[in-house]
């Protein structure tokens, strides 16, 4: 009896499982929020970025990075998706091969689309269009610090540049202060989404550490129960698979996948892990534990120094952030702490946006403890922003190894300050000894 009600709950799950996916994607707020952001957010990236006209092509199997921000991630043939400002209006247009342009002008993502015979060049009548606007500073998806802004080929550059002439390839300008101005500001509406990605991951964190047995789980297992986690609720991962979550009950590892160390009293535990919603919106959280030992109720003093610095850390840089502040200052504040608090050198930056990717476009919150500075770092945090950002504090065990604390929260800039998405951790998660 009890074999057949666990084969039927688990048909009842599958069933409700599905039910729940399929009602994610019919209600899917990407194609209206996409919409949005070409209409609301685009125009004033191009004005910021100082350009007339930003110009995209889209193909079959090997797709601009930017493809579905505009519409075009269907594409086949060929196609060119142009944005423009003309007597300080907004104007977004695609030259269509004639067989996708009237799928594509059904999705009403853009103002105009030209259908474009399949015996003619869609490159070779965008060019015309430019030419004939005489526009002065045309962005194309070619950068060397943006991988977001990179996404186009040699060949179709070199085809572009030949449609156009000398004068007007003169004219081609990297994108990248465009796509950094337009992809680093998220919609109210797309915070809302990153919150609650944000509240199940820490969620399900706790959940895991509920589930460690000392002596006997493994950094693996906990990173199983919560691949599993994501499995039930089909939400995808945050950033590369492999390496998500992170887990670790040793020294430090960086980016790393989750080994099979079998989980000891004393160890402090360090998860990093972040989910997909929608399969748009991502979060990045890190929950820290430590494993008591036999007869202990609280954590050494040693090991709650570590965490009550690495918390004031990351409140430090909380309260930096605001508007007009450079990324490179936020880390500063938190740096200043670091050193006061004994801290050992750590590499990594603050934070780091996210939204789109775990790693998103916008300023860098590093540069203040590294030799080299970020570009990025030199930025200023603007409303709408969304950051991860950690609270460190790192130490030498007694192998002279590295252990570092880096709880990650997840914040959004105002037109004031900063918002936590979720509630902060406050108090280092205890594990009980069995």
């Known amino acids: 009896m009890i074999k057949i009600v666990t084969v039927l709950s688990g048909i009842i799950f599958m069933a409700l499982s599905f039910t729940l996916n399929a009602s994610v994607e019919r209600n899917n707020p990407w194609p209206d929020i996409r919409k949005q952001r070409i209409d609301q957010l685009l125009p004033n990236a191009l004005k910021v970025a100082n350009v007339d006209a930003w110009l995209t092509i889209c193909r079959e199997n090997n797709n601009d990075p930017l493809a579905d921000h505009i519409g075009c991630e269907n594409a086949g043939s060929t196609a060119v998706f142009l944005f423009y400002l003309k007597q300080n209006k907004f104007h977004s247009v695609a030259f ?12 009403n993502t853009l103002q105009q689309v030209i259908s474009v015979p399949r015996n003619e060049s869609t490159i070779a009548q965008a060019a015309r269009f430019l030419q004939k606007n005489n526009f002065q500073t045309i962005a194309i998806n070619s950068s060397v610090t943006n991988a977001q802004a990179d996404g186009l080929s040699y060949t179709q550059r070199k085809a572009l540049e030949k449609a156009l002439g000398s004068e007007y390839a003169a004219r081609l300008v990297s994108s990248q202060e465009v796509v950094y101005e337009w992809l680093s500001i998220k919609l109210p509406q797309e915070v809302a989404i990153m919150k609650e990605a944000a509240k199940l991951t ?6 895991a550490y509920q589930e460690i047995i000392p002596g ?10 919560l691949k599993n986690k994501m499995k039930q609720h089909g939400v995808k991962d945050g950033w590369a698979p492999a390496q998500n979550p992170n887990v670790n009950s040793g020294p430090d590892r960086g980016h790393s996948h989750a080994t099979n160390k079998v989980i000891m009293p004393g160890d402090v535990i360090q998860i990093d892990f972040g989910i997909k919603l929608h399969n748009r919106w991502v979060s990045d959280i890190q929950r820290f534990a430590y494993v008591l030992k036999a007869g202990e109720m609280t954590a050494p003093k040693e090991i709650q120094h570590y965490w009550d610095s690495g918390k004031a850390g990351g409140f430090a840089a909380f309260k930096a952030m605001k508007p007009g502040v450079k990324g490179i200052e936020v880390d500063a504040a938190q740096s200043v702490l670091m050193e006061k608090n004994g801290s050992e050198f750590v590499m990594w930056s603050t934070g780091h946006p996210v939204g789109y990717v775990a790693h998103d476009t916008g300023p860098n919150l590093g540069g203040s403890r590294s030799a080299g500075v970020r570009p990025s770092a030199q930025k200023k945090l603007k409303a709408g922003m969304v950051f991860a950002f950690d609270g460190f504090h790192s130490w030498k065990r007694a192998d002279g190894s590295l252990k570092t604390i880096s709880v990650e929260e997840m914040a959004v800039i105002t037109e004031t300050g900063a918002e936590y998405l979720i509630p902060p951790q406050q108090e ?3 594990i009980p000894s069995r």
């Open 202 to 207: 820490a969620q399900w964190q706790i959940e």
């Open 428 to 430: 280092l998660i205890l």
């Open 96 to 107: 269509s091969p004639s067989s996708e342009a009237t799928a594509l002008a059904d999705l």
């Open 216 to 225: 006997k789980t493994t950094d693996a297992d906990v990173a199983r129960f």
